[in-house]
Structure formats: structure tokens, C-alpha cells
């Protein structure tokens, strides 16, 4: 169901699009008022949050971010979509809590390591600033994650590690040396989801003032003249289905049928987007093929694959497949590369772009040549992540990461125990059902 926003944070938005405002963290979070889903300690930490993210990237990071004037040739590593992680921007029903949880991971991410005055946080911040690209935002992401992961297990982290052919790598847990790599949206993808946001913008404006709501397909990529006929005919469909009480059909040119409907939506309700073709494949193995060859000289090093790509959870055959399946599928696209590289101690591709409530039970996928791990994240995040470790070599190594794999779901809890917040996620929500799980691999 898409919502309407608080009046106050309408003010606010209505403020940025027109100009008399540049986008601010706090805009970002939203106002008090409409964030009804928040304990008071959680409107605290909204606060905390807003003023650590603005002191970290500085107050011109995210109208940049937002907004990018991409380089000449750099059109995919441009912030698309990054609207979607906003909680006030949640236009389903029921979504907002869990983007402010992931907004709060961001924070607790860089304010533990920057309060631990973590080796290397300060290079990692810099380039945050400096670098406003998707690429290097999600490279940093990654990074603080990593770090947290490995000092809520009690050890030793340090980001921007010399390698020992000199320069910076990524991150270093322990023994482990890690070198990361962001795999982001084809640019069919991004286009896409480009128009996608548009559309439920375009959506969301329509269901202000009035009682209707919609489900079924959103249309295929429609560009220029196309896609104003196609909002016109939804404003008229709305306006029909406000005045009749009755749905109404919108059919796009490929047939994509969008209805919209009197009332509230019921739970379950979906927009559905259109499906683009890529060969996913092939593009993440000249990816991760390409950081092996450029880490040759690092020593022996762990590639740590952040993807963004849709691989996991677009509608494409491998999203559909078991874990298991997904496990094996990746051990033999990428499991070669290790015979090839001898520096490669392993190689780890992870995603966490699926939101499922309530959040699966946690499922483990241990293959002849690779493991594979799926946690719920608080609130309604769904990592799953595939190890593919060279054999015989470093067992210690591969058991570390695996037991951070295991038990990230406790990462959150405990950056916020030790930023001040001790009884963790639950605490901050008003009405929170949040299972705590405890895994048996979980070592304090």
C-alpha cells in the first residue's frame, strides 16, 4: 500500500523539490511526528544518527549523493534509486521501521569504528567524501560492515591495510586479509529502476487526498511521450476510482496490466516491475576475475563480492534457486579462478537486498566445495551469502569467516551496546516482534 507522508515531512519534501531546501539527514530520517513506529529511545538515536552521518560524509555529501552529476562515461556509477533506503520515502505499507534500521546500521557502523578510532577509518572517510559515486559508497558500506563483523567477535580490524606490495587494500580481520568488490546494477538495471522510482512517485502523488490504492505490474521502460500518456491515463484512473468506488484497469503498451482500487490495501498487496535480461554470469566472473589479477601482488587475500546487482533477488532462474542450488551454481562459475590465482585464499559473494517480514529461519547450505549462509537481518533484511574457500589451505581462516557469516544478526546489537544503547534494536521500536535468535556458532 502506498502512504502518505506526515504533514510536516510534506512541508519538508515539498521544500527540496522546489528548490528552498537541500536534502538533509534529517529530511532523510523525517519528522518525529511520523514516525509513529519509534520507543523514544529510537527518536534518540535518530537524532544521534542525523548528526553522526552528517558529521562523517559533511553536510554536501548527500544533496550530491541524491542528485549526481555524473562524469562523462560514468552514467552506472550514479546514486540511482537511493531514495528506496529512506524511511520517510517508504511507500509500502509497513516499510519505514525497517529502513530506519538499516539507516541506524550505517551510523552504528561508522560511529563504533570511528569511537574505536579503528586504523584506517579516517582514509575510508575521506574517500567517502571525496568520491560521491555509488561505487565508492557501497565499497565503504562494505567496509564498515566488514570491521564491525569482525570486532563484535572480539578482534583486531583495520581498514586500508597496507598490502605487501604497497598501497591500501580493504579490510583486515585478524589473520584475514580482505579485498572488496562492489558488483552494482547493469545499466539496463539502473534504467529501469530509474523509471521504477518515477512511477511510484508518480503513484504515491496520486494517492494524496484520496482513498485508493494499487497492485499488479508496473509498466515496461516507457520513455518521453509514452510515459506522460501512461500518467495521464493513471490520473484518470484514479480520479474514476475515488468517484465510483470501483477499480480500474490500466493496461501499458506490452500489456502490463496495473490496477487500482477503492480502499486500503490488504496485506500482501505488490506492485510488480518489468523483467530486464542480462547475462548476470558473465558479468560478475570479469568482475571478480579482474580483482584477482590486481591483487596478485597483495599476498594471500580473501575477495569479498558486495553485490548490488539483482542477481539474488530479481526474477531471474538463479534467484529462484534453493540455497544449495545457489551454492553450488556459484562454486562452479567461480570456483575455477581459485586454480588460477594461488593468492586467492577464497573467494565470498553476499547479498542483502531482499526484505521479508517475518524473517526467515535461518537455513545453512554446506557444499563439497563451498558453504552457504542465510540470516535474517534486523528488521526485515535477508543476507545470504556463499564461501567458496580454497581447500586444505587456511581451515582457521575459513572458520573465522564463517562464523561472521553466521552471526551478523548480533552485529547491529552490539555496536549499539557500545555506542550507549544497551538493550539493542528492540528497544527502539514501539512495537517490535524482532526474534532474538542465538546461534551455536556464536562466540562473544
Known amino acids: 500500500m502506498i502512504t502518505g507522508m506526515h504533514p510536516r515531512d510534506e512541508e519538508i519534501w515539498r521544500a527540496i523539490d522546489q528548490g528552498r531546501r537541500a536534502i538533509d539527514w534529517e529530511a532523510w530520517f523525517g519528522c518525529p511526528e511520523g514516525a509513529?513506529?519509534?520507543?523514544?529511545?529510537?527518536?534518540?538515536?535518530?537524532?544521534?544518527?542525523?548528526?553522526?552521518?552528517?558529521?562523517?560524509f559533511n553536510s554536501r555529501?548527500?544533496?550530491?549523493?541524491?542528485?549526481?552529476?555524473?562524469?562523462?562515461?560514468?552514467?552506472?556509477?550514479?546514486?540511482?534509486?537511493?531514495?528506496?533506503?529512506?524511511?520517510?520515502?517508504?511507500?509500502?505499507?509497513?516499510?519505514?521501521?525497517?529502513?530506519?534500521?538499516?539507516?541506524?546500521?550505517?551510523?552504528?557502523?561508522?560511529?563504533?569504528?570511528?569511537?574505536?578510532?579503528?586504523?584506517?577509518?579516517?582514509?575510508?572517510k575521506r574517500d567517502a567524501r571525496c568520491d560521491v559515486t555509488l561505487s565508492r559508497f557501497l565499497h565503504s558500506q562494505t567496509q564498515a560492515r566488514l570491521a564491525l563483523m569482525g570486532a563484535a567477535h572480539g578482534l583486531r580490524v583495520e581498514l586500508e591495510p597496507a598490502k605487501a606490495s604497497g598501497g591500501p587494500g580493504d579490510v583486515r580481520?585478524?589473520?584475514?586479509?580482505?579485498?572488496?568488490?562492489?558488483?552494482?546494477?547493469?545499466?539496463?538495471?539502473?534504467?529501469?529502476?530509474?523509471?521504477?522510482?518515477?512511477?511510484?512517485?508518480?503513484?504515491?502523488?496520486?494517492?494524496?487526498?484520496?482513498?485508493?490504492?494499487?497492485e499488479g505490474d508496473l509498466p515496461e521502460l516507457l520513455s518521453g511521450g509514452d510515459f506522460e500518456t501512461w500518467k495521464k491515463r493513471t490520473e484518470e484512473a484514479a480520479q474514476q476510482c475515488a468517484a465510483l468506488?470501483?477499480?480500474?484497469?490500466?493496461?501499458?503498451?506490452?500489456?502490463?496490466?496495473?490496477?487500482?482500487?477503492p480502499g486500503t490495501a490488504p496485506q500482501g498487496t505488490t506492485l510488480t516491475g518489468d523483467t530486464v535480461?542480462?547475462?548476470?554470469?558473465?558479468?560478475?566472473?570479469?568482475?571478480?576475475?579482474?580483482k584477482c589479477a590486481k591483487t596478485a601482488g597483495a599476498g594471500t587475500a580473501w575477495i569479498w563480492v558486495e553485490d548490488h546487482s539483482g542477481l539474488f533477488h530479481f526474477p531471474t532462474p538463479f534467484a529462484e534457486m534453493s540455497l544449495a542450488a545457489k551454492t553450488d551454481a556459484l562454486a562452479d562459475l567461480l570456483g575455477p579462478l581459485l586454480a588460477e590465482y594461488v593468492h586467492v585464499a577464497g573467494i565470498v559473494v553476499s547479498n542483502a537486498a531482499r526484505r521479508r517480514l517475518p524473517l526467515p529461519p535461518n537455513e545453512d547450505a554446506l557444499r563439497p566445495a563451498a558453504q552457504g549462509f542465510r540470516r535474517g537481518l534486523p528488521l526485515d533484511r535477508v543476507r545470504e551469502t556463499i564461501m567458496i574457500p580454497r581447500r586444505i589451505l587456511l581451515p582457521e581462516q575459513t572458520s573465522l569467516i564463517a562464523r561472521m557469516c553466521d552471526a551478523e544478526a548480533n552485529a547491529l546489537d552490539w555496536a549499539l551496546g557500545k555506542l550507549g544503547v544497551p538493550h539493542g534494536v528492540a528497544s527502539l521500536l514501539a512495537d517490535s516482534s524482532t526474534p532474538q535468535r542465538v546461534s551455536p556458532l556464536w562466540t562473544p
Not at 105 to 110: F, K, L, V
Not at 178 to 206: P, S
Not at 248 to 258: F, I, K, P, Q, T
Open 36 to 56: 509513529g513506529y519509534l520507543s523514544p529511545a529510537g527518536h534518540q538515536v535518530t537524532a544521534r544518527a542525523v548528526a553522526g552521518l552528517t558529521a562523517f
Open 61 to 124: 555529501w548527500l544533496p550530491k549523493a541524491v542528485v549526481p552529476s555524473p562524469a562523462p562515461g560514468r552514467a552506472s556509477d550514479t546514486f540511482v534509486g537511493l531514495g528506496r533506503h529512506a524511511p520517510v520515502l517508504q511507500f509500502m505499507d509497513g516499510a519505514a521501521p525497517g529502513a530506519w534500521v538499516e539507516a541506524v546500521r550505517w551510523w552504528a557502523a561508522y560511529a563504533y569504528l570511528e569511537e574505536a578510532a579503528v586504523p584506517g577509518i579516517a582514509s575510508v
Open 173 to 214: 580481520i585478524g589473520p584475514v586479509f580482505i579485498e572488496v568488490v562492489t558488483f552494482a546494477e547493469d545499466q539496463k538495471f539502473q534504467d529501469y529502476e530509474r523509471f521504477r522510482e518515477n512511477v511510484r512517485a508518480h503513484l504515491f502523488a496520486l494517492d494524496r487526498g484520496r482513498d485508493i490504492y494499487w
Open 245 to 261: 468506488e470501483a477499480a480500474v484497469d490500466v493496461l501499458s503498451s506490452a500489456g502490463r496490466r496495473l490496477t487500482v482500487h
Open 277 to 290: 535480461e542480462s547475462d548476470q554470469g558473465r558479468r560478475l566472473l570479469s568482475k571478480v576475475h579482474g
